[in-house]
């Protein structure tokens, strides 16, 4: 089975250090028509890096 990961690269600022990186997405599919849909739906060129404070090395971007 193919399972399809969503990435975006983004460019944002934790702890004083720009990072410049590609990032998961928290959405996956083994329908590759349905995430390229769901992506065109994303207008907006924010999004949020989150990562939680016992593993800071596993970030995920949220797409708005």
Known sequence: MIVYQVEAHVAYERD???NNAWLPVPKQSTDKAF???????????????RWALNNPT???VVLY
């Open 16 to 18: 004083g250090t720009t």
């Open 35 to 49: 995430l390229e849909f769901w992506l065109s739906q994303k207008k907006s060129k924010t999004c949020t890096v």
């Open 58 to 60: 596993y970030t995920e």
